[in-house]
């Protein structure tokens, strides 16, 4: 039935997850490439699309600026 309200510890805030630089360099040097959708370079990379977002704050600017494939 677990412990009465009074006794029960404080809730734990999420733990916070690092990611090291490098992926996200890469995927920013990526992202201006229009044959690369957000999902493959998350997919390529070994992180989930949210990662992306999260961590690349101008993401939509640097899809705006794509240049066509070759």
């Given at each position: 039935?677990?412990?009465?309200?009074?006794?029960?510890?404080?809730?734990?805030?999420?733990?916070?997850v690092?990611?090291?630089?490098?992926?996200?360099?890469?995927?920013?040097?990526?992202?201006?490439?229009?044959g690369?959708?957000?999902?493959?370079?998350?997919?390529?990379?070994?992180?989930?699309?949210?990662?992306l977002?999260?961590?690349?704050?101008?993401?939509?600017?640097?899809?705006?600026?794509?240049?066509?494939?070759?």
């Open positions: 039935m677990g412990r009465p309200p009074h006794t029960r510890r404080p809730a734990r805030p999420d733990p916070v690092l990611v090291p630089r490098a992926p996200v360099r890469a995927a920013r040097d990526l992202l201006p490439d229009a690369r959708s957000i999902t493959s370079i998350a997919k390529l990379l070994g992180v989930s699309p949210g990662t977002y999260n961590h690349i704050p101008d993401l939509r600017e640097l899809r705006a600026c794509r240049t066509p494939p070759a």
